[in-house]
């Protein structure tokens, strides 16, 4: 999880709403609903939730991927 702390346009803290959120959606929640029920007005900030990736498994795998290949290059 790479979320930011705080919106880019108006600074509120939305940080601490990424994990009730994430849970919330995978349990099939609506996202406009769980975003107004943790008080999220701000489109600024909503968009910060909503466009959000969880792509820090992706980023581990290639540094695993690389240390391998690192690792068989000093075999070698």
Known sequence: MIIPVR??????PVGDKWEEFARR????????DV???????RYCCRRMLLS??????????????????RESRNFT
């Open 7 to 12: 919106c880019f346009t108006c600074g509120k």
């Open 25 to 32: 959606i995978r349990t099939g929640e609506n996202a406009k």
């Open 35 to 41: 975003l107004d029920s943790l008080g999220v007005k």
């Open 52 to 69: 959000n990736v969880e792509i820090i498994d992706e980023i581990l795998r290639f540094t695993e991927e690389a240390e391998r290949r």
